[in-house]
């Protein structure tokens, strides 16, 4: 069983990027740099580059199971984090087995489709997500696109994101890089409405994984007990951080630095 006083686990279910840019390797690096562990279950498998994502191909979801279960026996789990679903029976699975991890918080980070328009989740996917899995979920982590697609509406304020509450998670972090404003506006809310507000200048580049490494670096921080409200701060400045310090791996999107970037 898990020493007390060594570094928090926080267990992953998302996609394995072959271009180590996004999904499980995002996951690994933004845990290790805020002082936690990570346990990979990859939900499926994707072709991708820095330049596009080209296909989704899910991973059978008994072997999510089995791994699920072989860790629990061995490990406690000290926090979870959610990234790419790509279909309902993956869906219905992690919201099934989430079930089982009493009070440790759950972070479910919306990845509907790849920054670049290649789509990840389609609509029967979205609904058994909203109906099975939010319930579970303490945080969920949108960009304005993903609150709209969840909401099936289009929402003019990021306040309104706090709508998402009624499906279940207590908080909704809403992103704003894919606006068009000179300053990235992030919005922390919860049912009733408005908890925090955050702004950062714009960056130069298009970035792959900020979400991944902002859902991460949350899921480890609140392992930590840290409040939400200082977790989402300090997750947020080390998301910013990694993207300071970001580099090109190929003619695509830069790939930001999460190991060492404190």
């Known amino acids: 069983m898990q020493a007390e ?9 998302a996609g394995l990027d072959p271009s ?43 072997i999510l199971k089995q791994q699920f279960y072989a860790l629990i026996k061995d490990i406690k789990i000290s926090a979870c984090k959610i990234g790419v679903i790509p279909d309902e029976t993956t869906a219905t699975c992690i919201a099934t087995l989430i ?17 670049y328009g290649s789509q990840f989740s389609h609509a029967d996917t979205i609904e058994v997500i909203k109906s099975s899995l939010l319930p ?17 509406e289009t929402i003019i304020e990021a306040v309104e994101a706090s709508k998402l509450c009624q499906y279940g998670p207590e ?9 068009k ?10 049912n009733a409405g408005l908890l925090e507000n955050y702004t950062y200048p714009r960056l130069p580049q298009q970035y792959h994984g900020s ?4 859902s991460s670096a949350l899921a480890c921080l609140l392992a930590q007990n840290f409040t939400i409200k200082q977790a989402a701060k300090q997750a947020q400045d080390f998301t910013y951080k990694s993207l300071q310090t970001a580099q090109p791996i190929g003619q695509g999107q830069w790939v930001p630095k999460r190991i060492h970037c404190q």
């Open 5 to 13: 006083n060594s570094r928090p686990t926080v267990l992953c279910f």
């Open 20 to 62: 180590g840019g996004a999904g499980l390797q995002a996951d690994i690096e933004a845990i290790a740099g805020c002082g936690g562990h990570a346990l990979p279950i990859s939900t499926c498998l994707t072709v991708q580059n820095s330049l596009a994502a080209f296909s989704v191909h899910a991973i059978d979801s008994e």
């Open 99 to 115: 079930q089982q991890l009493s009070s440790i918080p759950i972070i479910y980070d919306p990845v509907l489709a790849a920054s």
């Open 136 to 152: 579970h979920v303490n945080v969920i982590t949108p960009n304005i696109k993903e609150v709209n697609t969840l909401l099936n």
């Open 171 to 179: 908080y909704v972090l809403v992103t704003g890089a894919d606006s």
């Open 181 to 190: 404003s000179e300053h990235v506006h992030n919005t922390l809310l919860a």
């Open 211 to 214: 979400g991944c490494t902002l």
